[in-house]
């Protein structure tokens, strides 16, 4: 007896570049410790099981309540440079206590070792899984299965039943981006199987608004799509498949999944990719009057303005320059400006872009982080909320995290600004903020390379 507590105060020694100490901390201690704020626990698994799918083993999926994220895949695309400026926007410090934990030994080992070295305070929690099979407090967002993984992907497709998943069909899956598959560079190296989805079946110019229903349900069945088609969507940019997934939603198609990360995850899990052409075989009858869902869009400036009367919120995915006026964002918007009443909730660089929405290795961003950012704006889950960029497909990917984590009234304003600034009568904004708001996410380049931290 004395030998086993001798031995279970003995600390778990990991290596660090400079050979520190990291302690292990049992599942006794940590659950001690859960509301203690001067310790951080650090969930740094994939987002698929942040989000809530089950770990291998685990009898519950998610992660440990008030667990924030650091994805040990990170430490290869963070700049050294600007690694304590980064881990500083995400509240994590040099004066708290850091608890690490990850289902997969390796991993585990090389971002404690990593943070160890830099001067954290660091503990590793090596019994995850054991902590899921307590009942110990465990969080999931309740449309976790929305954003799946390349393993989850291709056991569907291998004809397994991955969680979630109960279709006696195999997914089809499209890779999004504009124009036709032949002139697509996104869909010259694809996921092998995969068929292209050009973003102009499902919207048309000059609002770029959805199209209306029978082009859209025609455009659907050409590629093979019913209401009752399993699909997964990705693309090189995040935002064409989202765009494409809530049009998919309003149109009526019961299970569509979004691959968070796309073809980049996709390889980096070493799973099999081609250039074929692959051509989808067409259907005869979608099984429901499009739309079935019309209740996730609002499509003009008119509904958006008498949504207002009665509480709902605009919010914005433009660029600061274009929620303040300085530009319209695109070549084809003549006019600057916004909305009346828009609030600001955060975008990117260009109309392009939504950087702050993302992670370091281009997946998206733990949606406590957005949903934090939104509450210094006045954003609360309980609010009526329209999402709205220039033409939408930057909104899709707030729409999306509202979608992940249950949000009952949440739509995108499909209009735009650029359905607003056809109309010189319509109201704009004009008491917009003096400052730009802090997104605490330097999304910067993909810069550091693998081997540079302690443990590749």
């Known amino acids: 007896m004395k030998t086993k507590s001798l031995f279970l105060l003995i600390p778990l020694l990991l290596s660090g570049c400079d050979q520190t100490v990291v302690k292990e901390i049992g599942i006794e201690e940590l659950s001690e410790n859960l509301n203690n704020p001067e310790y951080i626990i650090i969930d740094t698994r994939p987002d698929s099981l942040y989000f809530g799918f089950k770990d291998k083993g685990a009898a519950r999926g998610g992660h440990i309540k008030g667990a924030m994220q650091f994805t040990t895949g990170w430490l ?50 090596k019994s995850f899984i054991q902590y899921s099979n307590s009942d110990l407090p465990m ?39 504009w124009g036709d598959a032949e002139q697509s ?29 029978d082009v859209i349900k025609n455009n659907l069945l050409k590629n093979g799509i019913r209401k009752d088609t399993p699909v997964v969507v990705y693309s090189e940019n995040q935002m064409a498949a989202l765009r494409v997934l809530w049009a998919l939603k309003w149109a009526g198609v019961e299970d569509v999944r979004f691959l968070n990360g796309g073809l980049n995850v996709w390889a980096d899990a070493e799973l099999p990719t081609e ?13 429901a009057e499009i739309p079935v869902n019309p209740q996730v869009t609002i499509a003009m400036p008119a509904e958006a303005i008498q949504g207002q009367k009665s509480g709902l919120k605009l ?87 509202t979608q992940l984590a249950g949000w009952e009234n949440s739509r995108i304003y499909d209009g735009g600004w650029n359905a607003w600034q056809m109309d010189p009568t319509l109201p704009v904004l004009n008491n917009i903020q003096s400052q730009k708001p802090a997104a605490l996410n330097d999304y910067g380049e993909i810069i550091k390379k693998p081997g540079q931290s302690c443990k590749s």
């Open 315 to 401: 919010i914005s995915n433009r660029t600061w320059d274009e929620y303040t006026g300085k530009i319209s964002g695109y070549d084809y918007i003549p006019r600057k400006g916004e909305p009346a009443g828009a609030i600001w909730g955060f975008g990117g660089k260009n109309s392009n872009d939504m950087s702050d929405y993302y992670d370091p290795d281009g997946t998206l961003r733990n949606p406590e982080e957005i949903f934090a950012l939104w509450k210094t704006q006045g954003i609360e889950p309980t609010d009526q909320v329209a999402f709205y960029c220039g033409t939408g497909w930057r909104a899709s990917v707030s729409w999306f995290m």
């Open 185 to 213: 560079k996104s869909y010259a190296t694809h996921i092998k199987g995969a068929f292209h989805f050009n973003t102009d079946w499902i919207e048309n110019a000059p609002v770029w608004n959805l199209s209306e229903p």
């Open 275 to 287: 250039t074929t052409l692959n051509i989808p075989v067409p259907v005869a009858d979608f099984g």
């Open 76 to 125: 290869d695309f963070i700049d050294e440079n600007k690694f304590d400026t980064f881990v500083e926007e995400k509240g994590i410090s040099k004066e708290k206590t850091l608890v690490f934990y990850d289902s997969d030994p390796d991993s585990l080992e090389r971002i404690t070792a990593e943070f160890a070295a830099k001067g954290f305070q660091v503990r590793a929690f």
């Open 139 to 177: 969080n999931k967002y309740p449309n976790y299965f929305l954003s799946v993984s390349p393993a989850w992907v291709q056991a569907a497709l291998n004809g397994e039943k991955p969680e979630s998943y109960t279709s006696d069909q195999k997914p089809v899956i499209f890779e999004v981006s």
